[in-house]
């Protein structure tokens, strides 16, 4: 008896208690104004709000700012950009070999070879091509597209590098209306120590390539224009994207450049290659 009684007063103190939120939610809702802006007051109410975002996100700077700096960049060290490099000095590096999803059916060796080059060049022990693509022929899943930068670490037993290299080829092309070429590739240098990306750079080149020219000299020159030498606008396009990677351990500059200038990780830029 006591038991039922008791459930029926909390019961009853519940259906109280949602009466009264209910009561107390319609008076709230009908003291509540709705006012009308106007045009030019929505404006200023959304530039109120894009103005709190942009300090919110530490966003403050404003539209000739911007301009200024898109033309004129301020100068970030090579240190503070590649500061894990700096930490890690990695001295081999292992290409995996690139991700081809270009049309070009040979973008992925010009790529390998001239990529392999220019590490070289910068003072880095580079892995031999010779047993990279000899793991690509017998596993066509040894590339950039299936060994995942997430995978990076078990290199270091496998192949005994302190960094993998990972490169997606987008676009090689130029269209025959044109002469401009257009290069388009992501790398990503990640360490086998610690699994961080050191070094990440979009590049996105056009180069504008030389058209011959008939004369009497070459007057049976027969041009093609789907034909094209890619082999050294590569190379060229490598030498810009490594441009500031921080120097390897075997060259004589070694440790010498951490206060030179260091680009964007997004790189856009339009070439002209013609002879003067």
């Not at 009908?30 to 975002?53: P, V």
């Not at 539209?63 to 950009?81: A, C, G, I, L, N």
């Not at 790529?111 to 060049?121: A, G, H, P, Q, W």
Request: with cysteine; net charge positive.
């Amino acid at each position: 008896m006591k038991k039922g009684i008791l459930f029926l007063l909390s019961m009853t103190l519940l259906c109280a208690d949602f009466a009264y939120s209910q009561v107390e939610n319609a008076q709230n809702q009908a003291d509540s104004n709705i006012t009308l802006l106007d045009k030019k007051a929505q404006k200023k109410y959304k530039k109120e709000l894009d103005k709190k975002h942009r300090q919110e996100t530490g966003d403050t700077l404003n539209f000739f700012q911007k301009t200024w700096y898109k033309v004129f960049p301020k100068k970030v060290e090579r240190d503070v950009s590649y500061a894990e490099v700096y930490k890690e000095k990695p001295k081999t590096i292992m290409v995996m070999y690139p991700w081809n999803r270009s049309k070009e059916q040979f973008a992925d060796e010009m790529f390998y070879v001239s990529i392999c080059k220019e590490l070289i060049d910068k003072g880095y022990y580079v892995l031999p091509a010779l047993p990279t693509l000899q793991d690509y022929k017998a596993d066509t899943a040894f590339n950039s597209h299936y060994c995942k930068p997430s995978e990076a670490q078990t290199f270091a037993k496998s192949h005994g590098v302190d960094a993998v290299l990972y490169v997606t080829i987008y676009t090689v092309k130029k269209e025959w209306w044109t002469t401009n070429i257009n290069m388009n590739a992501q790398y990503d240098l990640v360490s086998t120590k610690t699994g961080t990306v050191l070094f990440s750079r979009h590049a996105d080149f056009n180069y504008d390539s030389q058209m011959p020219t008939k004369s009497k000299r070459n007057k049976d020159f027969v041009e093609d224009d789907k034909e094209n030498h890619y082999l050294g606008v590569s190379e060229q396009m490598q030498q810009y994207v490594f441009s500031d990677l921080p120097i390897g351990p075997y060259h004589r500059d070694y440790l010498m450049d951490q206060k030179k200038f260091s680009h964007k990780k997004d790189m856009k830029y339009k070439v002209n290659i013609k002879p003067s």
